[in-house]
């Protein structure tokens, strides 16, 4: 099985940007489809992008309606990571971001129930 560390997050301005990192361990990351999430505090987890895994016949990445044009999903199977480029960032985009995984996924995967491999997060605040 698959085991992902998520790095990259800290502390920036609104209207700056970060680039998170979800490093793969045991397993190619490129034979999962991937998955970004976010959870604020008191709030329940949001799904924020995905990207299929690298043998689908159709590559595919998706968003969530709150970030698309801002974040960017990409795939470095070189390197057996996944990215997060967050891009004009607000303070609605404070959380803690984790990376999911789910084998061999080929089409869009949007609900946490749905992804069997988790990171254990990292923390994104946003100062307005």
């Known amino acids: 099985q698959v085991q992902l560390v998520e790095s990259g997050g800290g502390s920036v301005p609104a209207g700056g940007s970060l680039k998170l990192s979800c490093a793969a361990s045991?397993?190619?990351?490129?034979?999962?489809?991937t998955g970004w999430f976010r959870q604020a505090p008191g709030k329940e987890r949001e799904f924020v992008a995905f990207i299929n895994w690298s043998g689908a016949p159709d590559p595919t990445t998706y968003y969530g309606n709150n970030v698309r044009g801002r974040f960017t999903i990409s795939r470095d199977n070189a390197k057996n990571t996944v990215y997060l480029q967050m891009n004009r960032l607000k303070a609605d985009d404070t959380a803690v971001y984790y990376c999911?995984?789910?084998?061999?996924?080929?089409?869009?995967?949007?609900?946490?129930?749905?992804?069997?491999?988790w990171g254990q997060g990292t923390q994104v605040i946003v100062s307005s």
């Open positions: 999911a995984a789910v084998e061999y996924a080929e089409y869009v995967r949007v609900g946490a129930g749905e992804f069997d491999y």
């Open positions: 045991g397993r190619s990351i490129g034979n999962y489809g």
